[in-house]
């Protein structure tokens, strides 16, 4: 199928059809990044803007790689130097810095909804880095590419996210983008953190931590978010480690094939055994260097790239 | 006009003839800007340093983005994490930039001076970025070159410039590049803001808003600095607003095809309207986009470029 | 000789032959650096990541330029964005880095051992940017090449380091780098400040200043880190100057060619006299320009570059 979007926003309004494309388009770049010179010229003399509001060291980082290897011009611009803190509306600070002939928007809020804003007012691309708990699509979508490398296919799956559900943009872009793809996705997490209104997403909804996991394919640990709580929603790390963690007992019960993922940082012997981190079932640091091939492929085709045939070299 | 200046510290020193050449040149370069690969390989090999002591992300982004388009390699030193911090002086500082084998130095300051006393130090190009209360020939250059594009001349038009005059080094490039063009330059605010000694400038001083805007053909807001002003130099920001802020009632007062200018970030609803601000009466953006093309005319001109029939492709 | 080593943790582990393959190409580089396009394409398609843990402006810029100029793509990764301020470890997050693609790491880190420890845990090249108070070797590589540039030969000199050596990675890398090549360096300092301990290395240790600076051929004077000791070392700033500053009277019972040499960046009046540190007996700048060369060597040569005839252009 042949992409035809100007901006990613969010998953929920891709087609399965598009999130393959995007997949395709991935795999080809990843075949990029393992040449000696792991450069293309497709975004030769375009500009992209990094807009990161809220702070956010690896998703930027991934993203400025991705966009090197595309050979584009990069302006990073983050809020700690800006205007914002002059009291200046994001509608502004965009508007000003699409007025300097940016082609690319790449952009982190903390509230939901800025990038699709955003899309409204500007001429250029807007690629969403993550906004509030809303979505987080690159991640959504570096899961799937993960998922059908290392499964070989993604329908039927059995895939399990545990943690922290209710703040979590991945979680709410995994689902879309899996269960388009035909799986099963079930969430788990303390009741206070695991909200009903997912089932109505397509999702399985369960506090049954053994049950979530037992059959699982795939089982994807959020990062508990203990800096972003405004009150606590659990009674400590220390609990939480012992009803929902994965431990080595725990990860016995599980199937013998079922992948680990993680979409970072870790917090080492909170939600994950630090050995299990470690091991040959976790996938977590080939997310990190599929995210690159993702970003590319996503930036490739907002730029007007038709699909993988067009990569080329 | 041949260039023929290493350095770009002020207005004031510059010829009627060598601003008509930045600005020719600045016209080729938009021209550049609006092509699908917005980068000429002018300085390709070169080393710019953003030497930027006071901060300022608009002023930063806009020369470096006109750096990357000119193919240059760029450091960014931001004052935060510089030596600066540790007592060293601007002079070792500089100097010590410069055994980098650097090439151009622009430096923001808050310093009056600071960049005519490095351009006497070092052997690289020196461009003042604003210094101080002092000059900032960027943004005048950029005024101009808007002011030329939207009204076909400078010469006999009546430019007012309205606000925080005392502190404002962009008030006193603008005087110096407009007048010396052949505009009227009028300077209005409180009392207080606004000193007489302008008009040995050769600008026209007033308080009374009225008299000032009405026969305009250019309007230039500047930005309250209310961050920036050690004593309240007047009673409140409302009483700023309602005496000299442009209301819609104001605006209907003034040439219909007076136009709007103002350097940024604005202040919505402070010295402008928030509607008049995102009307046609309003160049804003324009000026954003053509700061580009100016910076990468005066990067290319004190490179040794001659003038705009060199700019080629 | 031929460069075999895939990073540069230290100068204890080289042999002299090896000190003198990287100075034979940071000749070739220094070349380089000397023409009006000071790049060449060596790095193509390759990452670095400047992963400063510790803050420094110097040492991250000179190394940025080198990369730029060996046409690299760059991340720099400074502490105060990061995830190690999340709780992250050092491993994760260089295991993250890595699986960026990434292929090289410049670290600077507080704790002595962090580059040797993710050299054993990265495919990465990794190279030591100065780690606490262990080693910092591309400074001592900088240093011997401006000596030998200036002196013709290292063989048979007297440098005296003058300063703070119980805290100076600086000095201990340059008491290897030039032993190694046969100079003969003796260390000077307060007693608090000059362990006997550097005698093993094979350095003459005394409190005497007069002494040590009356034959030397070269008196390299170290940063006095007030900001860095946690108690008190000697009574004051002042009285370290005029026990151990090199003040007019002191250079005069130098020898008349003894050159001057500073890491940077100088405390003028404190352990120089600020005369005397732009006087042409002061070799300081030179450092400087020395180091981009250097560190291009440094660069080339981890990356399979065999030594100086491959250079070219």
């Not at 939480?240 to 094939?257: E, I, M, N, Q, V």
Request: with cysteine; glycine share 8%.
């Amino acid at each position: 199928m042949t992409w035809t979007r100007k901006h990613l926003l969010d998953i929920e309004s891709l087609s399965p059809e598009e999130i393959i494309t995007v997949l395709d388009t991935a795999k080809a770049f990843k075949a990029v990044g393992e040449r000696a010179i792991k450069k293309v010229p497709a975004l030769r003399g375009k500009t992209v803007v990094n807009l990161f509001v809220e702070p956010s060291t690896r998703t930027r980082t991934s993203f400025e790689l991705s966009e090197q290897r595309l050979s584009a011009d990069i302006i990073n611009f983050n809020t700690e130097a800006s205007s914002l803190k002059k009291g200046e509306t994001l509608k502004d600070t965009a508007r000003n810095l699409e007025a300097l002939n940016v082609d690319f928007i790449v952009i982190r809020h903390s509230a939901s909804g800025a990038p699709a804003f955003l899309s409204r007012v500007l001429q250029a691309s807007v690629i969403n880095a993550g906004d509030g708990a809303h979505e987080h699509p690159t991640q959504a979508l570096l899961d799937a590419f993960t998922i059908r490398e290392r499964k070989g296919r993604i329908a039927g799956l059995k895939v399990t996210i545990l943690g922290d559900i209710l703040y979590s943009r991945v979680a709410r872009s995994d689902v879309w983008a899996l269960t388009k793809l035909g799986a099963q996705v079930t969430l788990c997490g303390p009741p206070t953190l695991v909200p009903r209104e997912f089932e109505q997403m397509g999702a399985k909804v369960t506090c049954d931590v053994e049950e979530a996991i037992r059959d699982a394919d795939i089982i994807n640990l959020l990062r508990i978010q203990h800096e972003r709580q405004r009150k606590a929603m659990f009674p400590s790390l220390g609990e939480y480690t012992s009803f929902f963690g994965l431990s080595k007992a725990r990860l016995a019960r599980t199937k013998p094939d079922a992948l680990i993922m993680h979409p970072g940082p870790i917090n080492r012997g909170v939600e994950i055994d630090s050995n299990i981190a470690d091991s040959d079932r976790s996938v977590i640091l080939q997310q990190v260097t599929n995210g690159l091939a993702v970003r590319m492929a996503v930036l490739f085709l907002v730029n007007g790239g038709k699909g993988p045939a067009e990569v080329g070299g």
